[in-house]
């Protein structure tokens, strides 16, 4: 901690926390930043660095997702990218703001946001954000199948595979997009939720509390954003993030509207009694369909995201009445598609992840796919084309010439894939996933789309497991996911260090005990 004096004289202790500084130094200095905060003001601002570090990268049942770039444009008037209604909303924060500056009474020209330029030029897509990081992985083990000699026992693409799977294992690397998505990796910006008010880059937590916390118009500044449904980043406050929950986006006025409107509730049974339709079960009515979405909605009106579980439940006990062994958990993430697509009308946040952003694990496959193809061609290319090997009767050395064929298209490599998928997820979340489970997931190959099918099985296995049960001592950033997954908000510490799910431990308690 660092002695200066305050606007009004007084001698006050400034954290020193910075991205250069210790670990342990930045623990402690960035717990304090927020002490340092008024009350008023720190309720009106979001913690992107911690509490709020998965904002806008996972929906509320813990997928990662992205922004879908086909429902996204560039506005020439503000110079932005991104959704209709988060520009609008800029646009008139924009405006209030200029009218603001001309008034030395509200912005003296020594206040630090007398001049401001709201961008996004650091919005990344999925496919830009993760190039060069594929590119590095790839490039390590190539060269080390090549320094190490592994390279002659890769003769096909299958083997290919298994040893570049094993290779991110060993070496605990994060390859896919839905782990990515979940580090630091993936930018706030590439969100398309986080702007910029002014150039600047993150450092010394001593110099941001200096030149922003201690100028009066920051006071200003975090009202005027809220009252456009936007608010301040507490670390990084020359930037800003779009408040999903404030009134401003879930009731917005005529002028506000969101990329996708609510389907017919009609359609939602039709769907509801397909996927519930197998050969060794019996049809689901019309009638005891609608008994469950009527359930779905008469509790989920209230708009809570904690009732969603509460939800899924009711409807849980209504087939399990009719169907005595019905796969619940295979429907699940059929219901939670519809459900996002069909209750919510374009206001809410789950309307939002459900129609302008993309699951990550639904692109999974052709992502894996392209990369595995295109570096395993590479790899063809540069290696070597003959090895020396022992003759088996004469024991003299002699020249053999690998059949290696690059991967040309025409080739069945679904089964590869998902097995390389499948592999990796349990590395990356720590988990085995059930020899049932597996072969559940393989039996759907044989459907139409079954690979996507297959994978989706697994993901949702994967999510299953990961979040089962609670481990001993879970870090900050595990309890806020395990949080999104079940539909709470936050997470709290208990008294030995670790971290549990939700804000309060009587939110955690009421949805674990069930």
């Not at 989706?456 to 497991?465: F, P, T």
């Amino acid at each position: 901690m660092k002695k200066a004096m305050d606007k009004f004289g007084m001698i006050i202790s400034i954290p020193e926390g910075d991205n250069r500084a210790s670990s342990i130094t930045n623990f402690y200095d960035r717990r304090d930043f927020d002490d340092l905060i008024p009350t008023g003001l720190l309720d009106n601002t979001i913690d992107l660095r911690s509490q709020r570090a998965l904002y806008g990268r996972v929906n509320l049942y813990g997928d990662a997702v992205y922004p879908d770039i086909d429902e996204v444009s560039f506005d020439p008037v503000t110079k932005l990218f991104g959704f209709n209604f988060a520009k609008i909303l800029i646009g008139q924060f924009i405006t209030e703001w200029i009218t603001l500056s001309f008034l030395p009474t509200y912005l003296p020209n020594s206040a630090i946001y007398k001049r401001i330029q709201v961008t996004n030029n650091k919005f990344q897509s999925v496919d830009e954000a993760f190039t060069q990081i594929y590119s590095n992985i790839f490039d390590t083990f190539h060269k080390y199948l090549f320094e190490t000699g592994v390279e002659f026992s890769v003769l096909n693409f299958d083997a290919y595979a298994t040893t570049f799977a094993r290779f991110l294992r060993n070496n605990v690397i994060d390859f896919t997009r839905e782990k990515l998505i979940k580090t630091s990796a993936w930018k706030s910006y590439n969100t398309l939720l986080v702007y910029d008010l002014q150039q600047r880059a993150h450092g010394s937590d001593e110099e941001t509390y200096e030149i922003y916390y201690l100028d009066p118009s920051i006071k200003l500044m975090s009202d005027t954003l809220l009252r456009h449904g936007l608010v301040l980043d507490r670390h990084s406050p020359w930037r800003f993030a779009i408040n999903l929950r404030s009134p401003q986006v879930t009731t917005p006025s005529e002028d506000r509207t969101f990329v996708r409107q609510a389907q017919f509730k009609e359609g939602f049974i039709e769907q509801l009694i397909e996927i519930t339709t197998t050969p060794s079960t019996i049809p689901l009515t019309l009638e005891e369909g609608s008994q469950i979405v009527d359930e779905l909605f008469r509790i989920g009106k209230d708009g809570n995201p904690l009732s969603w579980v509460k939800r899924w439940h009711a409807a849980q006990e209504i087939l399990s009445a009719k169907y005595k062994e019905t796969p619940i958990d295979n429907l699940y993430g059929s219901v939670v598609d519809l459900y996002n697509s069909a209750f919510f009308n374009g206001t809410t946040a789950e309307s939002l992840f459900a129609g302008g952003y993309i699951r990550a694990y639904t692109t999974e496959i052709n992502n894996a796919k392209k990369l595995l193809t295109t570096s395993y061609n590479i790899f063809v290319e540069k290696a070597f084309q003959k090895r020396i090997a022992e003759c088996p009767d004469t024991h003299k050395p002699i020249q053999l010439k690998p059949d290696r064929k690059k991967y040309k298209g025409d080739d069945d490599i679904e089964l590869t894939i998902l097995n390389f998928l499948l592999s990796v997820r349990e590395a990356e979340e720590e988990i085995t996933i059930p020899f049932t489970t597996r072969q559940a997931a393989y039996k759907l190959l044989q459907t139409k789309q079954g690979v996507q099918k297959a994978y989706k099985k697994l993901h949702e296995a994967v999510k299953r497991l990961k979040y089962k049960k609670i481990t001993p001592f879970m870090t900050h950033g595990d309890a806020l996911l395990w949080a999104n997954h079940v539909g709470c908000n936050g997470a709290h510490q208990m008294t030995n260090g670790s971290w549990r799910p939700c804000k309060s431990h009587a939110d955690f308690i009421s949805l674990t005990s069930s």
